[in-house]
């Protein structure tokens, strides 16, 4: 029973306009949300976190939102660069267990 | 500063064979984790720790065990390799309520 699900496996945007990663979870006890890029061959590196307490936490480009009452996160890019070009992973903690639960990816491509 | 290393990176294994994965970190984080990443399965968790000598299981435990004998090592093993077992492991390190920093991963396959 997948907790963390990311309901598309794929985008496609142009390069210098926005990039919309989605993100759902169903376990209401989860308190800490964050977001992973991962390139081929290599381990995922941390890209932006929010917890539960706030609904939107920004870090230059990235920018996340939380909306709890819809169990949705979301992950904006603006403007994306090719660089960019990557697996985006949501993952989600319950702090009561130190667990970290991930979704299935999202492999964004930006076009130059 | 090497973060988090595994060993080794790449394997091919018969089934029914055995053998341990080596994850090393260098940043004295309590809390360590085993992944498995299969395609269109995103990252499962399989056992994790959160301090030395202590070890939990994680979403798909099953067929693996886990050591915890010092705070930067966390050794996963296979002790009869199964070709369901083919995929890339991670490990991944942190303190409380921070984000996890990984390793590259080891490939494996199982024939």
């Known amino acids: 029973d997948q907790q963390v699900k990311q309901n598309s496996p794929s985008l496609s945007v142009q390069e210098g306009r926005i990039s919309i990663l989605n993100c759902d979870y169903t376990?209401?006890?989860?308190?800490?949300f964050l977001w992973y890029k991962k390139y081929p061959a290599e381990g995922p590196t941390f890209l932006i976190s929010?917890?539960?307490?706030?609904d939107k936490n920004e870090d230059g480009r990235f920018t996340v939102f939380l909306n709890k009452s819809a169990k949705h996160l979301s992950l904006h890019i603006v403007p994306s660069q090719p660089g960019d070009s990557a697996v985006y992973f949501c993952?989600?903690?319950?702090?009561?267990?130190?667990?970290?639960?991930f979704g299935t990816g999202t492999r964004l491509k930006v076009l130059a | 500063n090497a973060g988090v290393t595994q060993t080794p990176k790449f394997r091919v294994l018969k089934t029914g064979q055995s053998m341990t994965l080596l994850c090393a970190q260098d940043?004295?984080?309590?809390?360590m984790y085993w992944y498995r990443q299969d395609p269109g399965m995103g990252l499962r968790l399989i056992h994790y720790?959160?301090?030395?000598?202590?070890?939990a299981k994680g979403e798909v435990p099953d067929g693996y065990n886990v050591s915890r004998l010092k705070k930067q090592n966390f050794l996963l093993g296979l002790e009869s390799a199964a070709p369901s077992q083919t995929s890339v492991y991670f490990c991944?390190?942190?303190?409380?309520?921070?984000?996890?920093?990984f390793g590259d991963g080891t490939r494996l396959s199982i024939l």
């Open positions: 991944a390190s942190s303190e409380e309520y921070q984000p996890q920093h």
């Open positions: 376990n209401s006890m989860f308190d800490y």
């Open positions: 929010i917890s539960s307490i706030k």
């Open positions: 993952a989600a903690s319950d702090s009561g267990t130190y667990k970290y639960i």
């Open positions: 940043m004295n984080h309590e809390y």
């Open positions: 720790s959160v301090g030395e000598g202590t070890t």
